[in-house]
T-cell receptor, first 115, second 117 residues
Framework: AQSVAQPEDQVNVAEGNPLTVKCTYS??????LFWYVQYPNRGLQFLLK??????LVKGSYGFEAEFNKSQTSFHLKKPSALVSDSALYFC?????????????FGSGTRLSIRP | ETGVTQTPRHLVMGMTNKKSLKCEQH?????MYWYKQSAKKPLELMFV???????ENNSVPSRFSPECPNSSHLFLHLHTLQPEDSALYLC????????????????FGSGTQLSVL
């Protein structure tokens, strides 16, 4: 069975500081991992994905995520936070052999960047 | 914009009302989805349509009835809802039929915020 966990409901960071949003996963096969962001009154937008290859994946808006197979984690990171990064972030996972409809989303982490 | 448009943005309805949510995608995609988003809960997949045929129904109560008249449009018909059905309903689309491409990503609309009184 697939599952994904985002252990923090909320993360608060000062502008200019590095940020990390945590995600751990469980799949039976090779994991396909995704991060989506939801700004207020908007739908989810794709940020980045890991399918295979380099463990450090770079995405939109300066975000990156590191795939760690031994820790089954896929944490989202950014070296310097902006106030405009404040949003709800969803981690998602899918077994590489299943269809996109089988993607499992986490419960979301609200990121708040204070000026 | 993501190319997926949902209307209305907000909907308030009584438990005896009948209403419909509409989704339209302008991306030429072949699969469409309905998700339910409740606060502090994972997104719940409700229905999946591929090439206008329903391919998944995740144990959704019959008071929710989807319709996909063509590959660009998706509806969710609502009837005799309960207060616990209040949530943000998101429509999404993806390119390939049956969404079988491994690296497939989803394109979401802005959602309909539904309140059931």
């Amino acid at each position: 069975a697939q599952s994904v966990a985002q252990p923090e409901d909320q993360v608060n960071v000062a502008e200019g500081n590095p940020l990390t949003v945590k995600c751990t996963y469980s799949v039976s096969g090779n994991p396909y991992l995704f991060w989506y962001v939801q700004y207020p009154n908007r739908g989810l937008q794709f940020l980045l994905k890991y399918i295979t290859g380099d463990n450090l994946v770079k995405g939109s808006y300066g975000f990156e995520a590191e795939f760690n197979k031994s820790q089954t984690s896929f944490h989202l990171k950014k070296p310097s936070a902006l106030v405009s990064d404040s949003a709800l972030y969803f981690c998602a996972v899918r077994d590489g052999y299943s269809s996109a409809s089988k993607i499992i989303f986490g419960s979301g982490t609200r990121l708040s960047i204070r000026p | 914009e993501t190319g997926v448009t949902q209307t209305p943005r907000h909907l308030v309805m009584g438990m005896t009302n009948k209403k419909s949510l509409k989704c339209e995608q302008h991306l030429g995609h072949n699969a469409m989805y309905w998700y339910k988003q409740s606060a502090k809960k994972p997104l719940e997949l409700m229905f999946v349509y591929s090439l206008e045929e329903r391919v998944e129904n995740n144990s959704v109560p019959s008071r929710f009835s989807p319709e996909c008249p063509n590959s660009s449009h998706l509806f969710l018909h609502l009837h005799t809802l309960q207060p616990e059905d209040s949530a943000l309903y998101l429509c999404a689309s993806s390119q390939s039929p049956q969404a079988t491409k491994a690296s497939e990503k989803l394109f979401f609309g802005s959602g309909t915020q539904l309140s059931v009184l």
